[in-house]
């Protein structure tokens, strides 16, 4: 009763194309998710998102829920995602993701998952870093410790979204440095993102974490970018 009145006068609407969605639908209407983009990365593992990092860092796995298009509704999502506190976005893709994931063995043996960061100060703007409910979905469902202590985000710069191609990539690798003990040496990390684009900020975040002894990265993103 009380559930039927809030949806009558505060009526939930689809993440995606903003209509109204039925009782048993949740988040995003079934139109919206059977027209969503999936990438199917996670039936190859030399996906394109993998080969983004050829010749670059040295990664053990690579992939990207959806595509993400511009003025699409991947966009849209994560759009109200990082910047209309609609964190159970996050969520939601980070179960959905698990279930895709769950035979990919790369993903199973990783022992650590971390996110990219936010500086404090974009932290403290924000109130939260739009990847965590995505990182703890895949920590919840494959039992592996989600830590966002070891990943530092060294550099605090304007958001991605407003920069171009080059400023995207310019000084990123000063940008991001960690803070490990004995115990995070010869672990394999999960490092998980909004968006894959160019590669720039989750190759320089991999570097850092190279600098742990026997560490190993593999890579999962909510998207990637799609022309």
């Known amino acids: 009763m009380i559930n039927s009145l809030i949806n009558l006068f505060f009526p939930k609407v689809c993440a995606g194309c903003k209509s109204f969605i039925g009782t048993n639908e949740y988040l995003i209407c079934t139109a919206c998710r059977h027209e969503l983009p999936l990438t199917n990365h ?11 990092f050829y010749g670059r860092i040295p990664v053990e796995h690579v992939s990207a829920l959806l595509y993400f298009h511009k003025k699409g509704m991947v966009q849209e999502m994560i ?8 964190e159970e976005i996050g969520s939601f893709l980070g179960e959905w993701y698990a279930d895709y994931l769950k035979d990919c063995s790369v993903v199973k043996q990783a022992d650590v998952i971390i996110p990219v ?31 966002d202590s070891i990943l530092i985000r060294k550099v605090y710069s304007k958001t991605q979204s407003k920069k171009n191609l080059l400023g995207r990539t310019e000084g990123i690798e000063t940008v991001f440095d960690v803070a490990f ?12 993102d909004d968006v894959l684009t160019t590669g720039a900020t989750l190759e320089a975040c991999s570097r850092a974490l190279l600098k742990i002894p026997g560490a190993k990265i593999s890579i999962v993103c909510m998207a990637m970018a799609h022309s």
């Open 42 to 52: 996670h039936l190859d593992s030399e996906n394109e998102a993998f080969k983004k």
């Open 79 to 86: 759009h109200s995602l990082k910047y209309k506190g609609h």
């Open 117 to 147: 960061p936010l500086h404090k100060k974009r932290l403290k703007e924000r109130g939260y870093n739009q990847v965590m409910n995505f990182g703890l979905a895949l920590s919840e469902n494959f039992k592996i410790p989600f830590d």
């Open 181 to 192: 003990t004995a115990e995070n040496t010869n672990k394999h990390f999960l490092l998980i």
